[in-house]
């Protein structure tokens, strides 16, 4: 059971916030999905019952689905930039990987016959891409410049790893990373 409160609208909003609102909501609604449509999945031994995770860390895809594991994650910026019902038809698509993946076994295409199969029993209306979001925090991203110590060529990268310079690497060391050619931060770009 969740504990609730009055707002001051006298509505009933669970205590922790908007984000434990929507995390209550949607589980509530996974559940009841997976009572309704995945009795046969459940009655599986091995298939793990899915679990719910929002992120506020996603900003180029609105859902994840790991169906081995059975864990499932959301954008809670998708909901903000498109309501609680666009993201209720993402949980549904999510859970459609789910149920594919133990209905149909592990070789099956990501968004193949089996998955719209599924997704089609879920909601005639679950769609294969979700409209864009959160482009004021991809905007945001940081890039880097970077260059090979040996070749001086340039690379322009969104994430400072422990990348090397493909070239250099595929000449000298046979096409395995090499250290030598590890590519240095020239500058921050925008």
């Given at each position: 059971m969740v504990n609730r409160s009055l707002n001051g609208e006298g509505y009933m909003l669970p205590l922790g916030g908007p984000e434990f609102w929507l995390q209550a909501e949607l589980q509530d609604a996974m559940d009841r999905?997976?009572?309704?449509?995945?009795?046969?999945?459940?009655?599986?031994?091995?298939?793990?019952?899915?679990?719910?995770?929002?992120?506020?860390?996603?900003?180029?895809?609105?859902?994840?689905?790991?169906?081995?594991?059975?864990?499932?994650?959301?954008?809670?910026?998708?909901?903000?930039d498109h309501g609680l019902d666009e993201t209720l038809m993402v949980l549904k698509h999510e859970l459609a990987h789910w149920g594919a993946r133990w209905r149909y076994g592990r070789r099956i295409a990501p968004h193949g016959r089996e998955f719209r199969a599924v997704a089609h029993e879920l909601d005639p209306?679950?769609?294969?891409?979700?409209?864009?979001?959160?482009?004021?925090?991809?905007?945001?991203?940081?890039?880097?410049?970077?260059?090979?110590?040996?070749?001086?060529?340039?690379?322009?990268?969104?994430?400072?790893?422990?990348?090397?310079?493909?070239?250099?690497?595929?000449?000298?060391?046979?096409?395995?990373?090499?250290?030598?050619?590890k590519l240095a931060v020239v500058s921050r770009g925008d």
């Open positions: 999905l997976i009572k309704t449509h995945f009795r046969d999945v459940l009655a599986m031994p091995r298939a793990p019952y899915p679990t719910l995770e929002l992120s506020a860390r996603m900003t180029s895809s609105a859902g994840r689905c790991y169906p081995d594991s059975g864990e499932i994650k959301l954008a809670t910026l998708y909901h903000r209306r679950i769609t294969i891409y979700c409209p864009p979001f959160a482009a004021k925090e991809r905007a945001q991203r940081k890039t880097w410049k970077m260059q090979c110590p040996r070749c001086r060529k340039h690379y322009t990268r969104g994430r400072r790893d422990k990348v090397a310079c493909r070239s250099c690497c595929d000449t000298y060391a046979g096409g395995n990373y090499d250290r030598r050619f």
